[in-house]
DNA sequence: GCGACAG
DNA sequence: ATCTTGTCGC
């Protein structure tokens, strides 16, 4: 399908990529009634953007899956989806021949259309994998916060950058700073704020990403403590 | 032109 | 992204 986007040479290169997922990111839900969920994160070491990365996709109610590889990029702003999306995409490939059923929507750390060229690394994954997903990122790479967020859960405002809205602003715990949740892919923005919501547990990141990233980190552990 | 800049 | 210890509050 379109997995060729996942490696490019140069940012000029990848810059048309990302306006290509930016058109192709579809707005309206498009998922199972009651969908497996899962969270995406990947785990480095600091300071080291050219070793390797470790991903993880992490169900709510099953065993993680993880993947590691050397991305061809350093970290650049606006550019996150070609460091990530490769490495879970092998996640994801990995969980898919274990036999078990397959995530319906994942939950990434980071951004979706809250991007320059709307293809923030969840809508890049989504584009990709050809699965809903939801952005759920902890500050904002573009736009602005149109107003306050209340300071209760469940309170929200618009993110909006080049005049629409973005992603929205959530608070998901009190005194906690918001959340930044957004359309990925195959998901409205209220379904993407309901989900990230119920899957709060109190805590600020959504029980999903907060699995994601303990799995990434236990994979690059383990990859850590047995070389040499 | 200058500053800002997910993970 | 990650490192590290203590400290504060419910």
Known sequence: MSRDWLSVATLKEATIVQRMIGERIETADRLPPAPRVAGADVSMKWRDSMGPVHAAIAPVDGPAATATAIPP?????????FREVPVLAMAWDRMAASGGPVPDL?????HGRAHPRRAGVASHLGVALDVPTIGCAKTLLCGMVEGEVGPDPGDRAPVVHGGEVVAMALRMRARAAPVYVGIGHRVSLETAVDWV?????GRRLPLPVRLAHDAANAARRLAEAERS
Do not use: A, E, N, Q
């Open 197 to 201: 919501l119920r899957l709060g547990g």
């Open 73 to 81: 990029f350093p970290y650049v702003p606006g550019y996150l989806g």
């Open 106 to 110: 994942l939950i990434v750390d980071g």
